[in-house]
């Protein structure tokens, strides 16, 4: 596995800068990326829903206009966004997961969704380093949080997955904050309903596959082993990012691989950058549908110091964003942030850490958006220009 992954990395090192070209280059499209694009547009429903229609229009939901009021009024969603919980009209839900039950040392990541959204206050809509107005190409909006039964994993795995299938089947694409990590594997349970297996694609300094621990097979340490067993994921489509740190057994590791997933360790990515892994990953997810789960403990102490499990010696948010920025051109259907602690977060260091890679999420899912809508727009035109002949 680990020599596929490599020649995955070593032959897209040169390739990665060829994309970037041909990205920037693509100006015509040929018939053949038209049929490529109807089918596309049809199956990706969230995106479609908007590009498919040719709608030029601003999104339907919009934040609260910080230009009008101050970013520190108001009271507090996801980057000011309206808080509403029917799905017409909307691309993106955003959504909180209180949950904790499922930690397996320091406790507290209940709190981790309305600390987030207080620090996401600070947010703009324009993200320079993907070129993106995110609020201008997406019609997002803060459901607020979905249910969960304190102290009960099962229970709340039943409450969320109710929640969140209808989110999926409304055609949305769904980005949720926790909550420990348990709590994706109830994400993942709903959104398989409505996309089949998926990728994943997981920012980690632990791989979370455990078979079980003090005997109980669903806690944070488990999620993407049940996972995998629940046929939800597509492990050889996927990839795991950032491990590190000490483990019970040499075996720990070999785990995730003989489950299938491609691993990236902190050690592997510190030679990488980031326009290599984005090609890398573009190449092991393919067109797949896709869900990205990021564990704030894959950041360094230091720079998320307000989580459960933290592992000493990972990446800056400086070098972690410059690899969420290269997952481009990726089928998201999904994603969240995970195991924020506040009671240990310093000057909400970690909370803002976390709204940033939701923002990067959300930049990801808008830059596609964008892409697809120049692609439709230049293939009407060529239709038209053939109707015309
Ligand atoms: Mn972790």
Request: proline share 5%; net charge negative.
């Amino acid at each position: 596995m680990m020599t596929t992954l490599r020649s995955h990395i070593v032959g897209f090192t040169l390739v990665a800068a060829l994309l970037s070209v041909c990205h920037i280059a693509a100006a015509a499209v040929s018939g053949d990326q038209c049929k490529a694009q109807e089918t596309q547009a049809v199956a990706i429903n969230a995106y479609g829903r908007r590009l498919s229609i040719d709608d030029e229009s601003t999104p339907f939901y919009q934040p609260t206009d910080s230009l009008a009021s101050p970013r520190f009024s108001g009271v507090r969603t996801y980057a000011r966004l309206p808080h509403v919980t029917s799905m017409e009209g909307v691309d993106v839900a955003v959504f909180g997961i209180p949950f904790d039950t499922g930690a397996s040392f320091k406790i507290g990541q209940r709190y981790g969704p309305e600390s987030v959204r207080s620090a996401s206050h600070l947010l703009r809509p324009y993200n320079p380093d993907v070129n993106v107005t995110v609020f201008g190409a997406l019609s997002c909006v803060d459901f607020g949080d979905v249910s969960v039964v304190p102290g009960y994993i099962q229970a709340s795995y039943a409450a969320m997955e109710k929640d969140i299938t209808e989110l999926a089947e409304a055609g949305v694409v769904t980005l949720g904050f926790g909550g420990d990590h348990s709590v994706t594997l109830g994400e993942l349970r709903a959104l398989a309903k409505v996309h089949g297996p998926m990728s994943l694609v997981h920012f980690d300094s632990h791989s979370d596959v455990w078979d079980s621990y003090f005997g109980k097979k669903y806690n944070h340490g488990t999620p993407f082993r049940r996972a995998v067993e629940e046929g939800l994921l597509l492990p050889s489509k996927s990839i795991q990012i950032g491990m590190r740190g000490p483990l019970y057994s040499a075996t720990d590791r070999k785990d995730a691989t003989d489950l299938g997933f491609n691993v990236l360790t902190t050690s592997d990515l510190a030679s990488l950058k980031p326009l290599v892994l984005g090609a890398a990953v573009r190449r092991i997810v393919g067109a797949s549908p896709a869900f990205l789960s990021f564990d704030v403990d894959f950041f360094d102490p230091a720079y998320a110091p307000g989580t459960g499990t933290p592992e000493v010696g990972g990446p800056s948010t400086q070098v972690g964003l410059g690899y969420l920025r290269a997952l481009r051109d990726i089928n998201w259907v999904g994603g969240d942030v995970v195991e924020v602690l506040p009671a240990l977060d310093h000057g909400q260091i970690t909370a803002h850490a976390a709204a940033q890679v939701g923002f990067e999420f959300l930049s990801l899912v808008a830059a596609r958006a964008e892409a697809l809508r120049t692609v439709r727009a230049e293939c009407d035109a060529l239709r038209k220009d053939k109707e015309e002949l």
